[in-house]
Nanobody, 120 residues
Framework: QVQVVESGGGLVQPGGSLRLSCVASGTIFSISHMGWYRQAPGKQRELVAMIGSPGSTNYADSVKGRFTISRDNAKNTGYLQMNSLKPEDTAVYSC??????????????WGQGTQVTVSS
């Protein structure tokens, strides 16, 4: 089993920055992808950014140029640097970790999420 814990959320003014962290622990073979999703009240969960191995990335159009995803494989940790934050970025941000077992089976693990609020 793999546990995923996010941190770094909080309240920030428009134009400000936050850095989210996602730490995976437990039975880890090799993490394939780490991703950040967000869900705002009354809206569906959406993909914000995803990073594969050895580091390919993709971003939602709404965050391109403002957010940067990265990972430290040695620490099984992912990061989401969020700059130029807007009120519409307000949401619960959750980390998704994808791992394949020795038979090639895919396993998805989720954290409980961290609240990001952008408001003046």
């Amino acid at each position: 089993q793999v546990q995923v814990v996010e941190s770094g959320g909080g309240l920030v003014q428009p134009g400000g920055s936050l850095r989210l962290s996602c730490v995976a622990s437990g039975t880890i073979f090799s993490i394939s992808h780490m991703g950040w999703y967000r869900q705002a009240p009354g809206k569906q969960r959406e993909l914000v950014a995803m990073i594969g191995s050895p580091g390919s990335t993709n971003y939602a159009d709404s965050v391109k140029g403002r957010f940067t995803i990265s990972r430290d494989n040695a620490k099984n940790t992912g990061y989401l640097q969020m700059n130029s934050l807007k009120p519409e970025d307000t949401a619960v941000y959750s980390c998704n970790v994808i791992q394949f077992d020795t038979r090639g089976g895919r396993h998805d693990y989720w954290g409980q999420g961290t609240q990001v609020t952008v408001s003046s």
